[in-house]
């Protein structure tokens, strides 16, 4: 007697992991392979499903600095364990000389300063971030290859057996670890295959087709150049980020400016609402537009331009609670504006559209201030309220 065959669906993912993905969609711009690399990592753990005798993953990220290798890990840490640095992070530059791994593992029995060097690796460390509800630890070594050899052997036992001995011959169990490891090899040729030399604008002549094959595939050479065969081999997926294109910054800005939004309801002092026009968001993006430097070079240009004169009228109480401002730019002065629009403590929430009341510009060079006699003034360049 035959039965019916029921296909079953492979694809769906849980509710979990479904709420997972989604989180970290809305913390992350782009970098697809990344995100569906960190989704399945979660979803074979929720599922108890990861090699036994092994770390749950090993991932390395590739590729240009301010692409948003380190801010993955820790947006997860902030999604799973409600703290981005709820993660062991091992800046490798601090391990150049093979007598500072001492700082990692402890130094053994015997040596000078046994007793005062504390090793960074423990399980206490890393059940720090442990829940009830999800036993799981980050390990992240960022900048690898400025790590000397005798770090990256260390790597080997912890990628292969999930242990690691300290100094003192206690035993760290690494099963319920994903360690991550971060690099910038090869950043050099795919800032030169990304714009033909040093400039954000692309030489129109230069071919865009396959472009992210040929970065992908510069950042995996350059890896195999650096680390040995059997480290390479050890790692489960080798993950090559990409630099954002001007779209893509658009994004992180908004993000980044809801971050400080966050920042100024989250402070003990006078909590207010801010938005910036369509106008102050382009001048933003110019000044912090910058492909060698990626989202870091935008995160700089916010804080000049929007978190220092925030803080200058926070100091001098220009700003008060349940006020909301509006950020403009403004072509006469040549910098952004600040309109405070709603003086009323009470109405943080739901605010009526009201005439701009006149407010103190807090310049962004010098320090210095200037007065503008008019709310037409603030509308120089396309006020989109």
Same mark, same amino acid.
């Given at each position: 007697?035959?039965?019916?065959?029921?296909?079953? +669906?492979?694809? @769906?993912?849980?509710?979990?992991?479904?709420?997972?993905?989604?989180?970290?969609?809305?913390?992350?711009?782009?970098? $697809?392979?990344?995100? #569906?690399?960190?989704?399945?990592?979660?979803?074979?753990?929720? =599922?108890?499903?990861?090699?036994?005798?092994? /770390?749950? %993953?090993?991932?390395?990220?590739?590729? /240009?600095?301010?692409?948003?290798?380190?801010?993955?890990?820790?947006? =997860?840490? $902030?999604? @799973?364990?409600?703290?981005?640095? =709820?993660?062991?992070?091992?800046?490798c530059g601090e391990f150049q000389h093979s007598h500072e791994i001492s700082k990692l593992i402890g130094s053994p029995p015997g040596y000078l300063g046994h007793r005062e060097t504390h090793p960074m690796i423990t399980q206490e460390a890393l059940a720090a971030s442990h829940t009830d509800k999800l036993k799981l630890s980050f390990l992240l070594f960022d900048e690898i290859e400025k790590a000397n050899d005798a770090l990256w052997q260390l790597l080997l036992g912890m990628l292969d057996k999930a242990t690691l001995t300290l100094g003192d011959n206690r035993r760290v169990d690494l099963s319920q670890t994903v360690i991550f490891m971060t690099s910038n090899l090869g950043s050099a040729e795919i800032t030169e295959l990304m714009q033909g030399g040093m400039g954000f604008v692309q030489p129109k002549d230069k071919p865009t087709t396959g472009l992210d094959e040929k970065v992908e595939r510069t950042a995996v050479e350059a890896a195999r150049r650096t680390f040995s065969p059997e480290f390479m081999n050890r790692l489960d997926k080798l993950v090559v980020f990409h630099s954002l294109s001007p779209e893509q910054l658009e994004k992180v800005l908004q993000?980044?400016?809801?971050?400080? #939004?966050?920042?100024?309801?989250?402070? +003990?002092?006078?909590?207010?609402?801010?938005?910036?026009? +369509?106008?102050?968001? #382009?001048?933003?993006?110019?000044?912090?537009?910058?492909?060698?430097?990626?989202?870091?070079?935008?995160?700089?240009?916010?804080?000049?331009?929007?978190?220092?004169?925030?803080?200058?009228?926070?100091?001098?109480?220009?700003?008060?609670?349940?006020?909301?401002?509006?950020?403009?730019?403004?072509?006469?002065?040549?910098?952004?504006?600040?309109?405070?629009?709603?003086?009323?403590?009470?109405?943080? @929430?739901?605010?009526?559209?009201?005439? /701009?009341?006149?407010? #103190?510009?807090? %310049?962004?060079?010098?320090?210095?201030?200037?007065?503008?006699?008019?709310?037409?003034?603030?509308?120089?360049?396309?006020?989109?309220?």
């Open positions: 007697m035959c039965t019916q065959q029921v296909i079953l +669906d492979s694809t @769906l993912r849980s509710s979990r992991t479904l709420e997972f993905e989604e989180a970290l969609r809305a913390k992350i711009v782009s970098q $697809e392979e990344a995100l #569906q690399a960190m989704v399945d990592l979660y979803q074979v753990f929720s =599922a108890g499903l990861n090699p036994p005798g092994r /770390p749950v %993953g090993s991932l390395l990220f590739l590729g /240009p600095t301010g692409c948003g290798k380190t801010r993955v890990v820790e947006a =997860a840490a $902030e999604i @799973l364990f409600g703290d981005s640095q =709820a993660v062991i992070k091992v800046n993000i980044e400016l809801n971050q400080v #939004q966050r920042r100024v309801l989250e402070t +003990d002092k006078r909590r207010f609402l801010f938005h910036v026009t +369509d106008a102050g968001r #382009q001048f933003i993006l110019q000044e912090g537009t910058d492909r060698r430097y990626g989202a870091r070079h935008l995160k700089r240009a916010i804080d000049r331009h929007v978190i220092s004169p925030l803080a200058n009228l926070l100091a001098t109480e220009q700003v008060k609670m349940g006020d909301t401002l509006c950020i403009d730019w403004d072509t006469r002065v040549g910098r952004l504006v600040f309109w405070k629009e709603s003086p009323e403590a009470a109405a943080v @929430l739901n605010v009526s559209k009201r005439t /701009p009341s006149q407010l #103190q510009v807090v %310049g962004t060079a010098g320090g210095r201030s200037t007065e503008i006699p008019s709310p037409a003034r603030a509308r120089g360049v396309g006020n989109n309220k």
